[in-house]
Structure formats: structure tokens, C-alpha cells
């Protein structure tokens, strides 16, 4: 089965983003060893993506090419008449069953990148299997959570703990309760 991994930033007061959805303040620290987090790694160890519409539009507007291109791409959403393009396909109901459908599927892993809401749903419904949390050296105040709403109780296991120069730490978690 393969496995579903949230991997994402937040700050250190659990925020993903400001409230309008920009992460610009994840440009903001000193990476004078240029290092990627592990980034590349991890992005050739998937071949799917997953997303909430919000974290899609936000993506969009940045003006740049698609950066997921070459993976199979969902984008979850409520809103009714989207059109699938090029690059990703938008699913509207049963997201639940859909992600359980897609891990069943031969592939490398699944990355979801988020937002608050889908991270809820998913984490919720046990289809998340490991996370690796990147907290950065900022707070926010207020801004979207990682999580939105009740989650369920269950045990996770710190698996790796990493420290960088920029003041950056990563926490990867495997679902233990399961």
C-alpha cells in the first residue's frame, strides 16, 4: 500500500499560511548553505499530489510554471464546474474514499501538501501515514492552521528530528495507532 505523507511548513504557531493563503514569510531566513530540507529527496519519492483548491489557487497565481508537472495531481474542492487541465484533476465527493482508492494503486507515495481543511479530513479518516513537519523560527499570529477543526486522538512517532543553520527543525512522524 503506498503511503500518505503531509509534508509542510508551518510556524512555530502552527500556521501554514497568512490569512490571504501567502506563505512569503517562508523566504525570510538566512539558508547560507543553500540546502533544500531534504525537498528533492522527498519530491522524487512520490509520483502524486494532493491538495486542497485554495493551496491550488494559491500555487496558480505565483505565476510560474506548474511546479508538479511530471506527478499525478487531485485537487479537492466543493466548488461545482471545474474542468480538469493538463496537470491536475479536481475531485468533489468523497474524497475519504478516493484517497483510500489511490493508496490501494501501484506507485511511489503521495504527497499531501495541504491545507488546513483536507489536512483535517485526511488525518481524521487515518489516511495519513507519516507527517514531516517543518516548523520555522516565525510567528505569525494568525493565519490558516495546519489543522482546521477537531481531530481525532491518535499516537504518533517521532521517527527523525533534524536541525538546520537557518533555525529551522523538522519532526517526521509515522501514525503509530493504526
Known sequence: MRKVTLYIAQSLDGKIARMNGDVDWLDQFSN????????????????TTLMGNRTYEKIHSFGIDFPYA???????????????????????????SFVQGIKQE?????????????????????????????????????GVPLFSGRLVERQLKLIELSSYSSGVICKKYRIVDE
Not at 481543511?117 to 516548523?135: C, K, M, P, Q, V
Open 32 to 47: 547560507a548553505e543553500n540546502e533544500d530540507y531534504g525537498y528533492s529527496s522527498f519530491l522524487e519519492s512520490v509520483d
Open 106 to 142: 501501484h506507485g511511489k507515495g503521495i504527497w499531501l501538501i495541504g491545507g488546513g481543511e483536507i489536512n483535517s479530513l485526511l488525518y481524521n479518516e487515518g489516511l495519513i501515514d507519516e507527517i514531516y513537519l517543518f516548523t520555522m523560527p516565525v510567528t505569525l499570529g494568525e
Open 70 to 96: 511530471g506527478k499525478e495531481n487531485y485537487v479537492f474542492t466543493r466548488q461545482k464546474g471545474k474542468h480538469d487541465t493538463d496537470f491536475v484533476k479536481f475531485i468533489g465527493d468523497d474524497v475519504a
